[in-house]
């Protein structure tokens, strides 16, 4: 039961160009959304959060943004750099302090020089 | 910055041995965690820890599996007897308290059954 998809595997962007990551939730319980960055041999570290209660949460080269009605969400990273290029991975909690997080699948991002 | 630390990176033991995956979660958190990610598989929860005790555990952690704070420090995750499916990268993770506090994760240890 796929709870958070992340439905493309890869993406490849030029360097300095927008990196558009995308995901899908189906569990409308979810109001708590966060993007990791995973490097090779590396645990996954957190980059970016947004609550149920926002649409858009930036960061630096970072902005996430979410639909609630469409339970969507996506991650901008612009200008994408040639060291961005990881496994990203969408998550969500639920309500409840605390609560665990469920992962998406991960997308590879390679941001090509 | 303050860091989880797991040891060790890399276990490898055979079918029916117990192992113990250790952690060092960052030393303010109140919450605890261990995932794992079967290779090409996703990130999933095993189960989480507050207070002295599970607060919440998936259905992959069987009876095979125990967790346990023994000091002020330490958190870790014992499996009594491996099989060649536990074969996996398992992270520790803690959070501080509040509801839109993230996970802090460990750089995992790969645990190989052989």
């Known amino acids: 039961d796929q709870q958070v998809k992340q439905n493309s595997p890869s993406l490849s962007v030029q360097e300095g160009r927008i990196s558009i990551l995308n995901c899908d939730y189906t569990n409308s319980m979810f109001d708590y959304f966060l993007w990791y960055k995973k490097y090779p041999a590396e645990g996954p570290t957190f980059l970016i959060s947004i609550s149920s209660i926002k649409d858009k949460n930036e960061d630096g080269r970072f902005t996430v943004f979410l639909n609630k009605s469409a339970k969507h969400l996506s991650l901008h990273i612009v200008p994408s750099q040639p060291g961005d290029s990881a496994v990203y991975f969408c998550?969500?909690?639920?309500?409840?302090?605390?609560?665990?997080?469920?992962f998406g699948k991960g997308i590879t991002l390679s941001v090509r020089p | 910055e303050p860091e989880v630390t797991q040891t060790p990176s890399h276990q490898v033991t055979q079918m029916g041995q117990e192992v113990i995956l250790r952690c060092v979660p960052i030393s303010n958190h109140l919450y605890f965690y261990w995932y794992r990610q079967i290779l090409g598989q996703k990130v999933e929860f095993l189960v989480s820890?507050?207070?002295?005790?599970?607060?919440?555990k998936s259905e992959i952690f069987d009876d095979q599996f125990s967790v346990e704070r023994p000091d002020g420090s330490n958190f870790t995750l014992k499996i009594r007897s491996t099989k060649l499916e536990d074969s996996a990268m398992y992270f520790c993770a803690s959070s501080s308290s509040g509801q839109h506090s993230p996970l802090h994760f460990g750089n995992g240890t790969r645990l190989t059954v052989t």
């Open positions: 998550a969500a909690r639920h309500t409840g302090a605390n609560s665990k997080l469920t």
């Open positions: 820890f507050y207070n002295n005790e599970i607060s919440e």
